[in-house]
């Protein structure tokens, strides 16, 4: 095979914003792509005539794309909490996938995408992508050296705000609105997206937080317990979500985990990764990236106290221009880089499927906890 055929299925924001950088990959070629809600399809196609010159096929739904069209590889870019079912047909069917943070969103669909890649021998890989930040890497490369002596604590929160969210869809054109009235629940021409019911317990979004911590500490979560604030009742009146859900989870390294969501209230922006925080504690030295605008990313060791780090932003600044332009701090390019390597070369792709559900279920338990007062609920070892 010369180049990877991609089929796309979803071509809402997520695919609009990940196109540019997708197909700048010299050994792919996107052949179809897929979408149910009206013209967004059409309109990628159109692009991508325009700037590659490809002849795109466009589709209305997975069943006549999986029929109409003949492709190596899929990018499921579609409602995340549907994806598996399209991801295990695919995988089936003999499709090397990549799907989109959450991986899952029941501990049943977890097992369902494991044991498709163990059956079928294709590539899997998630496309969660703060993992390779620069100053993730940096720390990372602490850790192999062992400058942290021992990891006891990690930390990260995922606080994404915005006045309104597109909470509802149109059921005839799939069209989204981005809205703060809440009447449109009792609208039948109208549904409610995905990510209303996602933001109804904000921790299922703690995978950009678990992937690049996970891979510092390594090991896996095994324990979790969760409170949140309660739905409907703060800044966001007259919708089902919670402001923010804490969660804390033991990591069989030992390391404990203090993890936080929400999107519904004004939280406040980050110099280098936006909505995104992080911090290690180990033995001998502690990281974190800043916590807003005014401040630095820091490293504390006993000996020198605490300093900042400045060049620990998200970019790496050696990279090739196609990683450094990519979006979210030049971190978007990598997840296609290594999917198309582990397609052409054989490989196993860095965020496979046994990384993917170790960030999914900790975080879908950890919703189910919140929801039943913060009990503690132990996490599967899907490795097993
Ligand atoms: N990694 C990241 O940083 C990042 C950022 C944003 C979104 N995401 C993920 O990307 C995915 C898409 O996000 P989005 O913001 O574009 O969501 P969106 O809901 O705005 O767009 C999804 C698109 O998929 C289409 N769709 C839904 N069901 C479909 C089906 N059965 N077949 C074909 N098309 C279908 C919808 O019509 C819509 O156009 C989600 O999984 C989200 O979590 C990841």
Known sequence: MKKVRLAVLGAGPRWSGLEGSYTEHPELEVVAVCDIADGLAEESAARLKTNKGWDVKVFRSYEEMAKGAAYDAVMITCDPDVQVDYAVAEMDRGIHVMTEVPAAYTIDQCFRLVNAVRKNGVKYQLAEQTRYWYFIKQWRK??????????????????????????????????????????????????????????????WYMPHELSPLLSITGGRIDTVSCVGTEKGKSYTEGFEVRDLECALLHNTNGALFSL??????????????????????????????????????????????????????CVDLEADEVFRHAAHGGADYYPIYYFV?????????????????????????????ANKGGVQLEVPDFRK
């Open 341 to 369: 390597d582990a397609i052409l070369n054989d490989k196993q792709p860095p965020m496979d499927v046994y990384k993917a559900v170790e960030t999914a279920a900790p975080a879908i338990l950890a919703a189910e906890s």
């Open 142 to 203: 602490m850790a192999e050296r062992g400058e942290f002596g021992r990891i006891f604590y990690a930390e990260g929160e995922y606080l994404h705000y915005s006045p309104d969210w597109d909470y509802f869809r149109n059921k005839k054109t799939g069209a989204h609105v981005w809205t703060h009235d809440p009447s449109y629940d009792n609208d039948p021409e109208w549904e409610r997206t995905w990510r209303y019911r996602a933001f109804m317990d904000p921790i």
């Open 260 to 313: 936080r969501a929400g999107f519904n209230a004004p939280y406040g922006w980050k110099r280098d990764t936006g909505c995104h925080w992080y911090q290690i504690k180990g033995t001998e030295c502690t990281v974190e990236s800043s916590r807003s605008t005014l401040d630095l990313p820091k490293q504390f060791t006993p000996a020198a106290g605490w300093v900042d780090r400045p060049e620990w932003g």
